[in-house]
């Protein structure tokens, strides 16, 4: 018995057809700052919801910095509390010895002078940064491959990173730094592009050097990308030096007679000068981040409550007696900062008996394949009552972890995959993007091959946005070699 029903298979070019009506249709109802605005809010919505759970201080590391913001509300500089226990308030803080810079600290302490200190307040503004950061990411991937898709996508990477994601919910200093660094990248692109027909005050590029300042005065980590950064600027003036050279002539009016004697020679303006921008480089990657980063410290030449570390005492003689004074203004400033180099160039991983100092410490040649992400907080509870494990009969155990996981697929395509291939266009191919986020990658990673203090692999947080603008650049160089095949 045969059936009279004809199955009608679609042809492929229905389907090319829908496809073609989907993306005009994306094209028109996301064009502008639609899809970027989208992309944002998404990434702000799973950043704040239940910002302030756990609502107490996470041990690592909020423990250290959300007092030190309070500190900054009530004094002006870095505090702690001697009692954990007692109510917070400004009178029960004391001063205290810090190893990094105040910005991301002050962008804590204004988000707790907003909300109060509680778990959200001390939390807000590393969410906001966090967010913004994905809006970043956008636009340097406008900037890079003129597409807001191959944008769009690197922006959704980022936002589902877990690094990024775990530190944008916690009061830490990373994500501030790789915020900064983020901007300083975008406005970098920026005076990229505009330079070759920009007259004035090279304002893009200004605002990178702000920028990079901004992401030292959060952490010292981020020293390292500003020599880079000064060469990759400089190269990049060479080669709009160099094109603007060979470009060739206007054509004569044949309807003019041409002028006895030598051509005159129309000299170049100083903008067009190697040296020039040479010099306006060095003033903007270095004495600029010098001065935003001594800025970042005003509170602290103000307050009289500042933490003055034994080393920064002076021993005078007075009427025969030796007595201790502490410095003051630049000397105690000075003194401060030897302090904190110190204190990172003698911390150890280990302690006298050879014993790892931390539990979730990690190698930096680790770090790729995931060995030993950071437990930032565990808890481990019986319900309905709330009692401690082990859990009575009728109870049910519930366990909650802030685990600083990478995401894995993230995570190993862009260092087995990505990363890779860019250092192989780079240096065959002569691939400009590759070596952009090659040379900007690399500072960010490599000194934590060489330092023996303790290493956490949440350090990775500020290079991760790298890896991902490296797997995008990878998935859109093998579709357009698909498409010439």
Known sequence: MTSDVEIIHPEPASFRRAGDALVRFANTALAGWRLPALITLAAALVRFVRLNHPPTIVPLDETYYAPNSYGFLCHGVDMTFADTTAPATCDKLEPTFVVHPPVAKLLM?????????????????????????????????????????????????????????VQSRLAMLDIFQ?????????????????????????????????????????????APLLPVVFGVGLAWEAVRIQQLRSRPAAPLDPTTEPEAGPEPVTPRPRRDRLWWQAAALLLTFAVLPLIIYLASYTSWFLSTKRYIPPRCNDVVTVDGEQRSIPKAGMSLWVCDQK???????????????????????????SWPWI???????????????????????????????????????????????????????????????????????????????????????FYMTPATPLLVLMIVHVMKVWNLRATAV
């Open 109 to 165: 302490a204004a988000a707790i002078r907003i909300f109060g200190y509680n778990a959200f307040g001390w939390r807000a503004a590393p969410a906001l940064v966090g967010s913004l950061s994905v809006l970043a990411m956008y636009l340097i991937g406008r900037r890079l491959w003129s597409s807001r898709w191959l944008a769009a996508g690197a922006a959704v990477l980022l936002g589902v990173e877990g690094l990024q994601f």
């Open 371 to 457: 060995s030993r992400p950071a437990a930032h907080y565990y808890t481990a509870t019986c319900v309905p009552d709330g009692g401690a494990q082990p859990c009575a009969d009728g109870q049910i155990a519930q366990n909650e972890e802030i685990l600083g996981l990478p995401n894995p697929v993230i995570w190993w395509t862009g260092f087995f995959i990505a990363l890779p291939l860019s250092i192989w266009w780079m240096i065959v191919a002569r691939d400009d993007v590759s070596a952009l986020l090659v040379v900007l990658f690399l500072p960010l990673v490599l000194p934590w091959f060489l330092t023996t203090r303790p290493l956490f692999m």
């Open 178 to 222: 790789s915020f900064f660094m983020l901007l300083s990248i975008w406005l970098l692109l920026e005076d990229r592009a505009r330079a070759p027909s920009w007259t004035g005050l090279r304002w893009w590029r200004l605002g990178a050097g702000a920028a990079l300042g901004l992401a030292v005065a959060s952490k010292w980590a981020a």
């Open 339 to 365: 302090e904190i180099f110190d204190y990172h160039r003698n911390l150890r991983s280990t302690d006298a008996d050879g014993k790892p100092i931390h539990p979730y410490m990690s190698k930096a040649w």
